[in-house]
Structures are given as C-alpha cells and as structure tokens.
C-alpha cells in the first residue's frame, strides 16, 4: 500500500451522518470522557491482580515458581485469544453488548478469586478473566476512536492512551498495597468493586455502532478467514510495536530481581512512577505534534529515547539513574504506542476500525506474552544487564521497522494534507 487513504467525513463513519461538522470536530465530550474512565478502571483490575497473582498462587497454594508464573500470564492468553476473535464479532454482536457483557463477567471472575477454588481451577478462571478483559479493552478502544474527530487521531489516542498509563501506574500500587496490609480477600473485592463501577458507567455510555449496509450494496466477503480477524492495513505498525513491547516486557519480568541483584529495591518501586510521570508530561503535546506535523517528528525521538533508557538501565548503579532511565522509556514507549495506535486506525477503512484496533492490539500482546518466555530461556546466559542491552539492540530493530513501514506505507504527513 503506497498511498495512506483519508477517512472521510472528519470522524470516523460509525458516527452518524445528521452530527453537523462543528460537532464532529469535538473531542472532550461527554462518551469520550466516560469511554476513557471506563478504560482506566478496565486497567486498573488488570494491574491490580497481575503483580500479586504470582504470589498469591506460591503463597496460598504452595505452587512451585514456574507454575505460578504461568497463572499470571495465562491471564495474556485469554486476552490474546479475544482480541484476535473480537475484531470480527463486534460490529456483528453490537459493542455496547460485548462493553456490557464482558465487564459482567470480569466482575464475577474478580468475585470467584474470594472462593479459594484450588490451584488447577484457577487456571481456568485466569484465562477466563483475561479473555473478558480483552473483549473489552479492544472494544471500548474502538468506541473512543471512532469518537475521536480523524483530524484529531492523534490528540485524541494521546489522551485517551493516559488512562492506560494511570491505570498501570495506580492497578500495581493498589495490589501491592492491599495484598501487603490488608491482604487478598480485601484487594478480590476491590478489583470487583473496580469492575463493578465500570459497568455502571458503560450502561451510561452512548457507543457508536457501525452501521449495517443492505445486503445488496455489501462489499463481497474476500480472503478466507484470515481477513475476517485480521486487518491487513494494521499489520505493519502492529509488527513495529510488538517488537518494542517484546523489549518492554523484560522490564515487567526482570526489574524486581535486577534491582534486589544490585540494591536498587527502593528506587525500583518508583520505576513505574517515573515512568507514568513521563508518559503524562509529554503525550498532550507530542499527540497534538502528531495531528500537525505528522508522525515521523514525534516516534523518531520517541524511539531514541527508549533505546537510551535500555541501553541506560543496563549500566545503572545508583537510584537515580535507574529514574532517568524510566523516565526514557516511558516517554518512548508511551508515545510510540500512542501514535501507532493512532496510525492504526487512520489507515485503515472506516468498516474495518474494529478490526484493526483488535489487530494492532493482537500483535502488541504478543509481544508482551512471548517475551517472558523467551527471555526467561536466555537470561540465565546472559544475565539482566547483558539482557538489557540485547533488549536495547533490539528496539533499534524496531526502529528500523518502522522507519521501513512509513516509507512503504507513504508518510502521515500526506495524510494530513489530504484532510487540509
């Protein structure tokens, strides 16, 4: 595809045609808002109950290390498995039934964590969790999307990915915080309580649905079934960014044993902060940069700067090193998430948004899902610092990549030029 082709008709088509154009140029509106509360909350349970589902399966069930380790991250297979089939269902179920559904059913999931049901069924229950959990944060990542204005993408992704970051900064503290003073039962019933507040808010939300053509004008279905999950125009930016997360999941794996391995435990538990800080203080204005100027002048920077953080954080000896470095990373990663998502959805036709949201997200959890593993299989070689740098090496290959997609794929400046 040499040429990015422009959505029409300002915000995407889901929305419907008798908005006046002033309207459709609005961001901050009342759906926006909830949609993106609705996702911090979605984040919040996630984080919450990842950082302590490890030590809660050694602690209460006596699980060996790799068995536990498993439980958390069969959470990501469920959530991968519902991304790839979300894309193709969702316009066909209604998002309002799948949003309303699938935060149901993470309320009863968070819910059957009080019951104690045994080691081998908690399995079933973490991939079940994680299966809602991505049916919904794909969803409600295509709701906020389609209301965001096209000339807006960037901006509006920006905004809407902070409560992202909030939610992975605020979901670790609060289940670290909880398990630790006041234990399990009392963060099971928090995370329900999360989930149940955002149910509430979706029966609130106006979610735009993609309207249905007549059956005589539908374009005829083509490809098999790779293109009823799959959108192609969301593959080469999906790939970019799986590449990056496969290098940021080694932070979520080898950070704590990194930091107890050289006495850097108190500045580690600020890691994420810093890293939060970053994100929050540069993405309004590298968002409304992206919308202006294109995408290059904002994810050039942004992938150095993740590159120097790795390559940083595998030299660190004093906390405030290991601080500059977060800071780094969560100003790159954030912002090429950001702007890659927002790329995503500005490519793709406006009938295939669900799809390429679930695509893009497909391939940033693959990321995250396979890194553990294969890291886990080297690491012992190469030990954190020789880890770090690998990882850094390999976000300059994701650079590559991406800098091979935008000439492929035509420049988003071109894009804008074509929205005027």
Not at 11 to 38: H, I, N, Y
Not at 54 to 65: F, H, L, N
Not at 183 to 200: D, E, I, N, P, R
């Amino acid at each position: 595809m040499d040429e990015i082709k422009s959505i029409p008709g300002g915000a995407v088509a889901d929305r419907s045609p008798k908005k006046a154009p002033a309207a459709q140029e609005r961001l901050w509106t009342k759906d926006f808002l909830l949609g993106t509360l609705v996702n911090f909350l979605l984040m919040v349970n996630y984080y919450s109950l990842m950082v302590v589902i490890t030590s809660y399966s050694m602690k209460v069930y006596d699980a060996p290390a790799s068995a536990a380790g498993l439980a958390a991250s069969i959470f990501i297979i469920g959530a991968l498995v519902a991304r790839i089939i979300a894309g193709s269902v969702m316009d066909r179920l209604g998002r309002k039934r799948i949003l309303m559904v699938g935060v149901a059913v993470e309320v009863i999931c968070s819910l059957l964590y009080l019951l104690g049901i045994g080691f081998a069924p908690l399995f079933v229950l973490r991939f079940a969790h994680g299966f809602a959990y991505g049916a919904c944060s794909t969803t409600i990542g295509t709701v906020v999307t389609a209301l965001v204005p096209a000339k807006r993408k960037g901006e509006g992704v920006g905004y809407y990915m902070l409560s992202t970051t909030l939610g992975a900064a605020i979901g670790p503290f609060l289940g670290m915080f909880l398990s630790q003073s006041v234990g399990y039962t009392v963060l099971f019933a928090t995370a329900a309580a999360v989930a149940v507040v955002g149910l509430l808010l979706i029966a609130s939300l106006k979610v735009p649905e993609m309207r249905k053509r007549p059956a005589a004008t539908a374009a005829p279905a083509h490809g098999g079934l790779a293109s009823k999950i799959i959108e192609p125009s969301a593959v080469p930016i999906g790939i970019v960014i799986g590449v990056l997360f496969f290098c940021y999941s080694s932070l979520l794996t080898f950070l704590t044993p990194f930091a107890e391995e050289n006495g850097l435990q108190t500045a580690a538990s600020f890691f994420f902060v810093a890293y939060a800080l970053a994100t929050f203080v540069t993405r309004p204005f590298t968002g409304k940069l992206f919308d202006r100027k294109g995408d290059r002048i904002v994810m050039v920077p942004a992938f150095i700067a993740f590159t120097v953080g790795m390559a940083l954080l595998s030299t660190v000896h004093h906390p405030a090193a290991l601080l500059v470095a977060a800071a780094l990373m969560g100003y790159g990663a954030g912002t090429v998430q950001s702007s890659a998502l927002a790329l995503a959805v500005r490519m793709a036709p406006p009938e295939k948004l669900s799809l390429a949201n679930s695509t893009f997200y497909a391939l940033l959890d693959t990321g995250v899902g396979v890194g553990p593993l294969v890291l886990g299989i080297v690491e012992p070689f190469w030990g954190y610092r020789g880890l770090f740098v690998a990882m850094a090496l390999l976000s300059v290959v994701s650079f590559a990549l991406y800098l091979y997609v935008g000439r492929k794929n035509g420049a988003m400046r071109a894009l804008l030029k074509q929205n005027g």
